[in-house]
């Protein structure tokens, strides 16, 4: 490449076309990253060895717009605003029982096989009914104690969509 090349493609010549061409690009990029494709940084362990603490990943937001999540979507969870989400497994959707029993989760009182968790666990939780309009939520590590977890039944509502990756 020629030096006048180099300084063509590095300082193009400011034209209406130009500006009109920023402004799209620029526009289109805040739409896709604040509605379509929403990054997020994965904080915590509950997701492990899934997903790892610390990790860049994108909440794709439209996978749920003409669906229903189901067992066992990851998804991402509105907590307050769109700053905070938590990355959380469903195990379970609206009218099921789900229950944990001697480390085995239990939905409508079949054992479920959860190749996603790695290591056992001794949780015992009592059977629930998950609520209308709600599904069931649990993080991956279950090696910490259920007290040290966030899950549990959350409105589908709040639900953002799913990790890309």
């Known amino acids: 490449m020629d030096d006048r090349a180099v300084k063509k493609f590095f300082f193009p ?76 497994r469903v195990v379970a959707t609206a009218g099921q029982s789900i229950e944990f029993r001697k480390g085995s989760l239990f939905v409508n009182g079949t054992k479920v096989d959860e190749p996603y968790v790695a290591g056992r666990y001794d949780w015992n939780l009592a059977p629930v009914i998950v609520k209308p309009g709600h599904v069931y939520v649990v993080g991956d590590n279950r090696t910490m104690p259920a007290e040290a977890h966030t899950f549990g039944q959350t409105p589908v509502n709040r639900i953002v969509g799913v990790p890309l990756w």
């Open 13 to 88: 010549k400011i034209t209406v076309r130009y500006l009109l061409r920023v402004a799209v690009v620029a526009v289109s990029a805040f739409i896709i990253f604040k509605y379509v494709l929403i990054p997020f940084r994965v904080q915590g362990e509950s997701m492990s060895p899934t997903y790892v603490t610390g990790s860049f990943n994108f909440c794709f937001a439209l996978r749920y717009v003409f669906s229903l999540p189901v067992p066992p979507d990851v998804v991402t969870i509105r907590m307050t605003g769109r700053r905070l989400m938590l990355l959380k």
